[in-house]
T-cell receptor, first 116, second 114 residues
Framework: EAQVTQNPRYLITVTGKKLTVTCSQNMNHEYMSWYRQDPGLGLRQIYYSMNVEVTDKGDVPEGYKVSRKEKRNFPLILESPSPNQTSLYFC???????????????FGQGTRLTVV | KQEVTQIPAALSVPEGENLVLNCSFTDSAIYNLQWFRQDPGKGLTSLLLIQSSQREQTSGRLNASLDKSSGRSTLYIAASQPGDSATYLCAVREHSGSARQLTFGSGTQLTVLP
């Protein structure tokens, strides 16, 4: 079954304690990205990756890091979490934009992070 | 910068009604548009994907249309059921070089009353 898997689904942590949210996809997609969803602000892109070892900032990258050492994995790293990073996080993957190709985006189930 | 707007923000209808959700976007140079469903506290489930060259897509009781020139898409839900209650999000993927991101609207929260 084609899927994007995020872990953990729920996480409560304290300010400043480094954490990693993992994301893995089994569809051999080149493109992966991270979004955060906040009430009234919708979904906003944090970082994206076009392929292995190729990452770039989205609209709200401050306070986050990512890495893409393997095609299937795209972890989101919060080196020093702060309360304003409390949010619902989604990882997504899709094929590359090649003319006429279906580029449906697949999303993980989300990670609800609370930073106290 | 692309902006996506969804109207209405919330909608409540009795079971069995047909309904239309609206999505508009400011930059018509899109690659595709995707409609998602999100249940409370849950992930996003893809409903329909419309390529920029297409006018509509259908899946069961759902029909999505796209008018790229006017920057509009609609999601039509026929014979609504309580199980359709969820937030519906539309998102556009732009055509520009490195911009592969999806730009989302804020969603329409649908409640179908039994």
């Amino acid at each position: 079954e084609a899927q994007v898997t995020q872990n953990p689904r729920y996480l409560i942590t304290v300010t400043g304690k480094k954490l990693t949210v993992t994301c893995s996809q089994n569809m051999n997609h080149e493109y992966m990205s991270w979004y955060r969803q906040d009430p009234g602000l919708g979904l906003r892109q944090i970082y994206y990756s076009m392929n292995v070892e190729v990452t770039d900032k989205g609209d709200v990258p401050e306070g986050y890091k990512v890495s893409r050492k393997e095609k299937r994995n795209f972890p989101l790293i919060l080196e020093s979490p702060s309360p304003n990073q409390t949010s619902l996080y989604f990882c997504a993957s899709s094929p590359p934009l090649i003319g006429g190709m279906n580029t449906e985006a697949f999303f993980g189930q989300g990670t609800r992070l609370t930073v106290v | 910068k692309q902006e996506v707007t969804q109207i209405p923000a919330a909608l409540s209808v009795p079971e069995g009604e047909n309904l239309v959700l609206n999505c508009s976007f400011t930059d018509s140079a899109i690659y595709n548009l995707q409609w998602f469903r999100q249940d409370p506290g849950k992930g996003l489930t893809s409903l329909l994907l419309i390529q920029s060259s297409q006018r509509e897509q259908t899946s069961g009781r759902l029909n999505a249309s796209l008018d790229k020139s006017s920057g509009r898409s609609t999601l039509y839900i026929a014979a609504s059921q309580p199980g359709d209650s969820a937030t519906y999000l539309c998102a556009v993927r732009e055509h520009s070089g490195s911009a592969r991101q999806l730009t989302f609207g804020s969603g329409t929260q649908l409640t179908v009353l039994p």
